[in-house]
């Protein structure tokens, strides 16, 4: 059972290029997440999605797009990479949200995808 | 505006004894707590967690107290292992529908033989 996949889990990218960030579940979840994890620092949310179709912004989602056209995939983009997005970045997936039926369920996090950029 | 504060960025204790890991949060909204653990080059591995209509929930070697009054949560590790070793992080929610958790910075601790 894979989990949540991520890829690729380094890269290296110059200022002004472009990369997506894949992540995929396997655990037929609804909610996915995306954080990103600064050094010395706890992880901070970038962007969610509630189901396929549906995406909302977290707390930092400046410099980032993303998209959920299926359950199992929630791709992110950075378009112009700055310094600033050096980082690592997690993606996740739950069940359910907070609360209700098949609410209250933990995230599962993927190893993460470690980014710099030069 | 840390919302989510974890004041002890390590923690040493010795394998055998009580590991004690404290969280403070400022937001009242708050409603549903967490504890992740994580080691090196991998992502947060779920713990345990709390609802905030309890004082405590236990799993095992780990139990998680709530103080709804002080804002603060702790994880006690009892007994503690080398393979306890990790960075572990609170993590707070507030919001109904998708679990915008808000994360501490995290705490290393080290378990000595």
């Known amino acids: 059972n894979a989990g949540v996949t991520q890829t690729p889990k380094f890269r290296i990218l110059k200022i002004g290029q472009s990369m997506t960030l894949q992540c995929a579940q396997d655990?037929?979840?609804?909610?996915m997440y995306w954080y990103r994890q600064d050094p010395g620092m706890g992880l901070k949310l970038i962007y969610y999605?509630?189901?396929?179709?549906?995406?909302d912004k977290g707390e930092v989602p400046n410099g980032y797009n993303v998209s959920r056209s299926t359950t199992e995939d929630f791709p992110l983009r950075l378009e112009l990479a700055a310094p600033s997005q050096t980082s690592v970045y997690f993606c996740?997936?739950?069940?359910?949200?907070?609360?209700?039926?098949?609410?209250?369920?933990?995230?599962?996090f993927g190893d993460g995808t470690r980014l710099s950029i030069l | 505006d840390q919302q989510v504060k974890q004041n002890s960025p390590s923690l040493s204790v010795q394998e055998g004894r009580i590991s004690i890991l404290n969280c403070d949060y400022t937001?009242?909204?708050?409603?549903?707590f967490l504890w992740y653990k994580k080691y090196p080059a991998e992502g947060p591995t779920f713990l345990i967690s709390?609802?905030?209509?309890?004082d405590k929930n236990e799993d095992g070697r780990f139990t998680v107290f709530l103080n709804k009054s002080a804002k603060h949560l702790s994880l006690h590790i009892v007994p503690s292992q080398p393979g306890d070793s990790a960075v572990y992080f609170c993590?707070?929610?507030?919001?109904?529908?998708?679990?915008?958790?808000?994360f501490g910075q995290g705490t290393r601790l080290t378990i000595n033989p």
């Open positions: 996740a997936s739950s069940y359910g949200g907070v609360g209700g039926a098949g609410g209250n369920q933990p995230q599962h």
């Open positions: 655990m037929n979840h609804n909610y």
């Open positions: 999605s509630v189901g396929a179709g549906i995406t």
């Open positions: 937001n009242s909204m708050f409603d549903y």
């Open positions: 709390i609802s905030s209509i309890k």
């Open positions: 993590a707070a929610s507030a919001t109904q529908g998708a679990q915008k958790l808000v």
